[in-house]
């Protein structure tokens, strides 16, 4: 079986660009989360998905990040007029949440990341 | 808020001898997970040990153990036996108890250490 996948490997851009980056979650992850780390610095949480709703938003860190997710599969984080700060390896993870009830681990398994330069 | 902290930025060790790394963190919270995980150069996080706060037994994977001292909190990772492929970034991190009917959640990431494998 395919482990998470993200695309692109790495990204350019100049300041004020809009960016999108891609996650494929592992084939019947019902529970996606999307992590930012800078360089030099551990992985700060930016969002979870469970199925395509986002119950948590609070680690987005302005409202230049968004992100979406279709179904149970694909994600797309979207920052909007890119800063030099922006700059960072963004980690998308997947985990299997059985429906029903709690759970109480779920392993997250995480993608190779996507690093993104803003110039 | 939780915090993680980890105050090693780099360790060096012999091949072969045993290195411990080290991670406190801060919680109100009675239940909790908290794990290492292993970043190389190829960016893909690999959980390596996960421990349970409920659970007073350390936790154990072959060559990984930890000692988790709850009162203390305190949660480092001994690696005997190191070998060249242990050489990458440790990240201790931390995940609330599963909130009612679901069970994912963010992880709270330390900055991470530098393990370097002495040939």
């Known amino acids: 079986g395919a482990g998470v996948s993200q695309s692109p490997s790495n990204k350019v851009t100049e300041k004020g660009k809009d960016v999108e980056l891609r996650c494929d979650p592992i084939?019947?992850?019902?529970?996606l989360y999307w992590y930012r780390q800078r360089l030099g610095q551990g992985l700060e949480f930016l969002i979870y998905?469970?199925?395509?709703?986002?119950?948590?938003k609070s680690g987005l860190p302005s409202d230049r990040f968004s992100a979406e997710r279709t179904g149970e599969s694909v994600s797309t984080l979207t920052i909007q007029r890119t800063q030099q700060e922006d700059s960072a390896v963004y980690l998308c993870?997947?985990?299997?949440?059985?429906?029903?009830?709690?759970?109480?681990?779920?392993?997250?398994?995480f993608g190779p990341g996507t690093r993104l330069t803003v110039l | 808020a939780q915090t993680v902290t980890q105050s090693q930025p780099e360790m060096s060790v012999q091949e072969a001898e045993t290195v411990t790394l080290s991670c406190t963190y801060d919680?109100?919270?009675?239940?909790?997970?908290l794990f290492w995980y292993k970043q190389p150069p190829s960016r893909q996080m690999i959980l390596v040990i996960r421990q349970e706060a409920y659970k007073q037994q350390n936790a154990t994977e072959n060559r990984f153990s930890v000692n988790f001292q709850k009162a203390a909190k305190s949660f480092s990772l001994k690696i005997s036996d190191s070998q060249l492929g242990d050489a990458a970034m440790y990240f201790c991190a931390y995940r609330s108890s599963p909130y009612i009917g679901g069970g994912a959640d963010g992880l709270t990431f330390g900055k991470g250490t530098h393990l370097i494998i002495q040939p």
């Open positions: 993870a997947s985990s299997l949440i059985p429906s029903g009830g709690t759970q109480r681990y779920n392993e997250q398994f």
């Open positions: 998905f469970q199925g395509n709703s986002a119950p948590d």
């Open positions: 084939s019947g992850h019902t529970a």
């Open positions: 919680t109100s919270e009675s239940d909790y997970y």
